[in-house]
């Protein structure tokens, strides 16, 4: 303020910033920062929507696939894509379920109607994500411009390209898992969507000891609760198929690709390319999962008992990928996560 005129001394200067522009200037700019930012991932889009035909979003035709087996009373876990994917349903019988709307529709139409369930995930974790940065940016108009740029960079990612190209479900379960533990007051009972995550996917499953070991005893409860609902609901309308993957299914790592490949970033899959041409012992991987899940669960409860919940976020995300006996590219979405954990404000080294 300008002792002399009584005025803000930007305006008594002649200085004006972002904060002093009209607001209807600044509304349009977040406007325009949003279209900006859809159009630059429309190349995506378009390109992953149009490419070969069988290579086009081919998890998701297998979620599909899962889903008219449902329909049709097919067992789930010998079903396989058409020709020449042949792809197997790997999930619990859960997923299945929750994959019938898509095989209501025609497979163009599914395409077209999973694009939002990419993107607007993403958009979910990132909110939470960079909600420190972000919170610096002001006024509120600016801040949604500052984060529509952050979300088309993030859908630049490789992971994330990835998760488009094959139609994956991976950020909607990881914003699931994120919003249950980074909310501040959530309007539901926490713990609920970390247990709807882990019923549709194992892997998620990480957040419930993260709950746990953060203090939020309850909430880890409430998910693991909530896991079993949706997986026991799962085995009365599918009881044989439920008996299939408990029993036979999940422990088939082989229905999920090649477990040695480059593509496969998890602790095991490394060890498996160390043996290789021979077989890494399974004792082996069990110590080195045990050891990383005994020191990654200790930096993640230590992080969170500091009220560094993002970070503690982001550990635990990692756990996830490591841990799993099969961790893609696509699964690597946490670094979204993890990069906005290491930016928090921006202030800090």
């Excluded at 200037?25 to 159009?39: E, N, Q, R, S, T």
Aim: aromatic share 10%.
């Amino acid at each position: 303020m300008s002792t002399a005129t009584g005025v803000p001394a930007a305006a008594a200067t002649g200085r004006r910033g972002p904060a002093g522009w009209p607001r209807w200037a600044v509304i349009l700019l977040a406007v325009l920062a949003w279209i900006a930012a859809l159009a630059a991932i429309w190349p995506l889009v378009r390109g992953y929507l149009t490419s070969v035909p069988d290579q086009r979003m081919v998890d998701l035709n297998v979620y599909r696939t899962s889903g008219l087996s449902v329909l049709q009373g097919q067992p789930l876990y010998t079903v396989l894509t058409p020709p020449p994917q042949l792809l197997p349903f790997t999930y619990p019988p859960a997923a299945a379920l929750f994959a019938v709307p898509l095989a209501l529709l025609p497979w163009s139409a599914a395409q077209l109607a999973w694009v939002p369930f990419v993107y607007v995930p993403l958009a979910v974790i990132i909110w939470f994500a960079f909600a420190p940065l972000l919170r610096r940016v002001s006024p509120v108009p600016l801040r949604a411009a500052a984060f529509a740029v952050i979300f088309a960079v993030g859908a630049y990612l490789f992971p994330m390209r990835d998760e488009m190209r094959f139609g994956q479900v991976d950020t909607v379960l990881l914003a699931l898992a994120v919003a249950d533990c980074a909310a501040r007051s959530p309007r539901w009972p926490r713990g609920v969507l970390v247990g709807l995550a882990t019923a549709i996917k194992l892997v998620p499953g990480v957040f419930i000891v993260y709950l746990w070991l953060s203090g939020r005893r309850r909430a880890a409860v409430t998910a693991a609760v909530a896991a079993l609902a949706w997986t026991l609901g799962a085995w009365l309308l599918l009881p044989g198929d439920s008996v299939t993957y408990w029993t036979s299914a999940i422990f088939q790592s082989g229905r999920l690709g090649s477990n040695a490949g480059t593509s496969n970033q998890s602790l095991r899959g490394v060890l498996l390319r160390v043996f290789l041409p021979g077989q890494a012992p399974g004792a082996l991987w069990a110590v080195v999962a045990v050891l990383v899940a005994v020191a990654g669960f200790a930096v993640a409860r230590r992080l969170a008992r500091q009220d560094r919940e993002m970070e503690g976020i982001a550990v635990t995300a990692l756990l996830g990928v490591l841990l799993s006996p099969v961790s893609w590219i696509h699964h690597y979405i946490v670094v979204v996560v993890v990069i906005g954990a290491i930016l928090a404000d921006g202030r800090s080294r």
